[in-house]
């Protein structure tokens, strides 16, 4: 069973409008979420991160909201562009056993920004 | 350039191969993962090593062996591997195992298993 739901996998939106990416998860304890960005042939970019004790965290063209109580972020971008195009995922840091922390990641939802 | 090396970037094996994967990472980072991504699945956490020690293993068969020699490098070993382990092999690695701090990815190498 998955923790972490990205429910849309593509998404289009015109270049100049506003994208947003979702993202649920299952547990309450998670306390740190992350976005990632990735294109073909590479591997994940780390793009945005919010700690639990937070709702809202903005860096440039790129925000990320968290809701707590509906268990639910979501990235903003503002204004998307042509090369934000790519795969986002979004993952949650999980406390293992011995300690440490791991990512819990989505399945990813593909964005394509058309000019 | 992601500070992150994997090599090689394609690997097609036979099941009775032997083959290794190697990352190494150029940031200064104490903590090294490995992670695989199958198709149409999240990416799935392999092994994690912290200061060289392993802290981490998700169940991961034991035809899949981690070796971490120092901070900067993480190797996996493959031993008489299976078809459905053909995926995406990614390294990461953070300043430390701690949930606020980012890990860095490789671009990965991709295993196909004859």
């Known amino acids: 069973d998955q923790q972490v739901k990205q429910n849309s996998p593509s998404l289009s939106v015109q270049e100049g409008r506003i994208s947003i990416l979702n993202c649920d998860y299952t547990?309450?304890?998670?306390?740190?979420f992350l976005w990632y960005k990735k294109y073909p042939a590479e591997g994940p970019t780390f793009l945005i991160s919010?700690?639990?004790?937070?709702d809202k965290n903005e860096d440039g063209r790129f925000t990320v909201f968290l809701n707590k109580s509906a268990k639910h972020l979501s990235l903003h971008i503002v204004p998307s562009q042509p090369g934000d195009s790519a795969v986002y995922f979004c993952?949650?840091?999980?406390?293992?056993?011995?300690?440490?922390?791991?990512?819990?990641f989505g399945t990813g939802t593909r964005l394509k920004v058309l000019a | 350039e992601t500070g992150v090396t994997q090599t090689p970037r394609h690997l097609v094996m036979g099941m009775t191969n032997k083959k290794s994967l190697k990352c190494e990472q150029h940031?200064?980072?104490?903590?090294m993962y490995w992670y695989k991504q199958s198709a149409k699945k999240p990416l799935e956490l392999m092994f994690v090593y912290n200061f060289k020690e392993q802290t981490e293993n998700n169940s991961v068969p034991s035809r899949f062996s981690p070796e971490c020699p120092n901070s900067s490098h993480l190797f996996l070993h493959l031993h008489t591997l299976q078809p459905e382990d053909s995926a995406l092999y990614l390294c990461a690695s953070s300043q430390g195992p701690a949930s606020n701090q980012p890990q860095h990815f490789g671009d990965g190498t991709r295993l196909s298993i004859l």
């Open positions: 547990n309450s304890m998670f306390d740190y």
């Open positions: 993952a949650a840091s999980d406390k293992t056993t011995s300690g440490t922390y791991k990512y819990i």
């Open positions: 940031l200064g980072h104490n903590a």
């Open positions: 919010i700690s639990s004790i937070k």
